[in-house]
């Protein structure tokens, strides 16, 4: 009787994600041996031990312009969180810079007429949200109601004269379209300093103070 042997080892692994998740290594299944003869099929199946999971080092960002400045090549970083692939001064347009490896977060801040820092890049709302008006003249509950990624398509930052089609994240913020897998309608929204600050402790922030006042 003439016996056929085979091995066959499966692993599956999964990748970590890139916001410095874990790494799950998955089994290992062997099948050993699969005997094969003109009546009968065995197959003996041994399982390895459970998944490792290992636990990637958070990144470790420079504390002061002098430990910038020592990295000894260019310093990265996103204009308003990279306007020209996300939704200015968005936490969502930070979030994704952060994924792509800044070395710091690029801002500017105005105060809002109840005296909160608010991250927004002009003095109005009315280039990148679907509200109008002056910042110093809306509180921020108003102004963290507003759609921040109402007029960013896939061809201007902030043109309002596109198909509909192209405004990718319409919507996400008042809820009619549901957001990214890992972000919120919040993070369409244009945030404060201390939320910006509170999500992002220990990455180095490049902040333009916006306005005018004056000067002692």
């Known amino acids: 009787m003439r016996r056929l042997v085979a091995l066959l080892t499966l692993t599956a692994v999964v990748a970590s994600c890139s916001d410095g998740g874990t790494r799950s290594v998955g089994t290992s299944t062997t099948i050993d041996p699969t005997t094969v003869d003109s009546t009968t099929s065995t197959i003996q199946s041994t399982t390895t031990a459970p998944a490792t999971t290992i636990t990637e080092p958070t990144p470790t960002y420079a504390a002061t312009i002098d430990e910038l400045l020592a990295l000894g090549r260019p310093i990265v970083l996103a204009h308003t969180a990279g306007e020209d692939n996300f939704p200015a001064s968005t936490m969502f ?8 490896g800044v070395d710091m977060l690029d801002l500017n801040v105005l105060l809002t007429k109840d005296g909160q820092l608010l991250v927004q890049h002009d003095d109005s709302v009315d280039r990148n949200t679907n509200g109008t008006g002056a910042v110093a003249d809306l509180t921020a509950a108003e102004i963290a109601a507003l759609d921040a990624a109402y007029w960013f398509s896939t061809v201007c930052s902030d043109c309002h004269d ?35 600050i509170e999500r992002f402790p220990d990455i180095p922030l490049n902040i333009e103070i916006k306005g005018k006042g004056d000067v002692a």
């Open 93 to 100: 347009a930070f979030a994704e810079s952060v994924k792509a």
């Open 162 to 196: 596109r198909p509909a089609v192209e405004y990718l994240y319409r919507g996400m913020r008042t809820g009619d379209v549901p957001p990214p897998a890992g972000y919120t309608a919040d993070d369409f929204s244009l945030p404060t300093l201390t939320r910006l």
